[in-house]
T-cell receptor
């Protein structure tokens, strides 16, 4: 079946540095990918919608200059957390829309970010 | 706007007990409905889905029926196992609104031996 891969699964970085998270659709092309963040004891929060070849659409309250999203190809979207702070520590997850039969959405495995 | 409401957890059951996790939704039109599961230390996985009224999604012994009259998509399993311990998310996709998911708050299930 369709698979979406995220990398890295776990990352620890120092405050003030930037970290990049990749989201790849392994066996299908995804014109649209989504980035979510999960706060403790809460459900996922949609951060932005990433469209191949165009600028991402950010949800209200999400800083686009801090969370840089690049969807350079039909199989890859990246989220870069710039100048990370401890409050950015969270679980980030991407999903990719599969427009084939069933038209469903597949999630990546998620990336745990810890900023120290 | 769209919303999904799940029963709050944690839900604690003994092995082989019957499981029901309630999920109701608010949406216009005919959304697609999903149950996702997140096992400890792992990402979300699609558990089952239903795309139209009266459809029944099923997988790994879990079932959920799309009930438009009650706007519900309750998750059930006849006999839970310790390995079913996880967080379960109910979600919907408004099919004509960019296919963005709306999630419920998640329900943690703990199954004791």
């Amino acid at each position: 079946g369709a698979v979406v891969s995220q990398h890295p699964s776990w990352v620890i970085c120092k405050s003030g540095t930037s970290v990049k998270i990749e989201c790849r659709s392994l066996d299908f092309q995804a014109t649209t990918m989504f980035w979510y963040r999960q706060f403790p004891k809460q459900s996922l929060m949609l951060m932005a919608t990433s469209n191949e070849g165009s600028k991402a659409t950010y949800e209200q309250g999400v800083e686009k200059d801090k969370f840089l999203i690049n969807h350079a190809s039909l199989t890859l979207s990246t989220l870069t957390v710039t100048s990370a702070h401890p409050e950015d520590s969270s679980f980030y997850i991407c999903s990719a829309e599969w427009s084939g039969p069933g038209n469903t959405i597949y999630f990546g495995e998620g990336s745990w970010l810890t900023v120290v | 706007g769209n919303s999904v409401t799940q029963m709050e957890g944690p839900v604690t059951l003994s092995e082989e007990a019957f499981l029901t996790i309630n999920c109701t939704y608010t949406a216009t039109g005919y959304p697609s409905l999903f149950w996702y599961v997140q096992y400890p230390g792992e990402g979300l996985q699609l558990l089952l889905k239903a795309t139209k009224a009266d459809d029944k999604g099923s997988n790994k012994g879990f079932e959920a029926t799309y009930r438009k009259e009650t706007t519900s998509f309750h998750l059930e399993k006849g006999s839970v196992q310790v390995s079913d311990s996880a967080v379960y998310f109910c979600a919907l996709v408004q099919n004509n609104a960019g296919n963005m998911l709306t999630f419920g708050g998640g329900t943690r299930l703990m199954v004791k031996p």
